[in-house]
């Protein structure tokens, strides 16, 4: 299987999931110009893609939906809520009822080759999921929009070759910076986004033999900066893990407008 981001950030988000005979969306929340340009970069067309797995329905994830799920005839997973919500979003146009497939926490779905397993996570929208993709003994992991982590979540990424995981913000950046009161309690909720300091402890949860690639995702462009993000995630496996020093990986973090090169288990 191959991974790569297309967009990673408050301002929008889609990833790529895929090998020789299935391609997928998550999210798709840039325009359908910027889709097709990171998709082009990985060697693909739009018109392969065969399903978006949407996590929510919050505008940085959905913006592009409605206009590659008809360009392209593409089916959409969500939760019922999820997708109830998306049809009613007048900004995305009418999507055809055909292309809704609901699915369900724990229960695990074959796309082609690929099994996807979708898990409930913490966030401020009204049924929200994150997924892992397994072919053939590797497994892909991905989370982010989530206020916490729990043993459910743990136990759903755990035995990743490859994480996706959010660091979103820096605790004091945010505090300090100009959102308004509100905002910030609810970014720093249990319905929020995972600060660097948490998503390296998750980390340290999930480190596992056969782990590769980290890639660090979803980091707000007001309250994180990419090397601040990466150096405390770095800091929190340096102190906490060392029982996998033997193990060998790498940690990114994911470009906020541009494709990522590809990853390959």
Do not use: W
Request: include cysteine; charge should be negative; proline fraction near 4%.
């Amino acid at each position: 299987m191959e991974f790569g981001t297309i967009a990673s950030g408050s301002s929008g988000n889609c990833l790529y999931i895929g090998d020789n005979q299935t391609h997928l969306l998550i999210d798709a929340g840039i325009s359908k110009k910027r889709i097709n340009e990171g998709l082009k970069s990985f060697g693909i067309e739009g018109g392969n893609i065969e399903g978006i797995l949407i996590t929510h329905e919050h505008t940085d994830h959905i913006a592009g939906l409605g206009v590659m799920a008809r360009k392209y005839n593409i089916p959409i997973y969500g939760t019922e809520k999820t997708l109830i919500e998306i049809e009613k979003s007048k900004s995305l146009g009418v999507i055809p009822d055909k292309l809704f497939r609901i699915v369900y926490p724990g229960k695990k779905i074959n796309i082609n080759d690929i099994t996807v397993e979708p898990f409930s996570i913490p966030h401020d929208a009204k049924d929200p999921i994150s997924y892992t993709f397994v072919k053939d003994n590797e497994k892909i992991g991905m989370v982010t929009d989530l206020g916490y982590y729990d043993d459910n979540i743990v136990n759903s990424l755990k035995d990743s070759n490859i994480l996706y995981i959010e660091a979103n913000h820096d605790i004091n950046m945010l505090q300090v910076g100009p959102y308004p009161y509100y905002l910030k309690q609810r970014i720093l909720g249990n319905r929020g986004h995972l600060c660097n300091e948490v998503a390296g402890r998750l980390i340290c949860e999930l480190i596992n033999d056969k782990l590769k690639q980290i890639v660090l995702g979803h980091l707000s462009k007001e309250n994180n900066y990419p090397d601040l993000a990466l150096e405390t995630v770095l800091l929190e496996i340096d102190f906490k893990s060392y029982k996998h020093k033997n193990n060998v990986f790498d940690v990114s973090v994911a470009p906020r407008s541009l494709a990522s090169n590809l990853i390959t288990i």
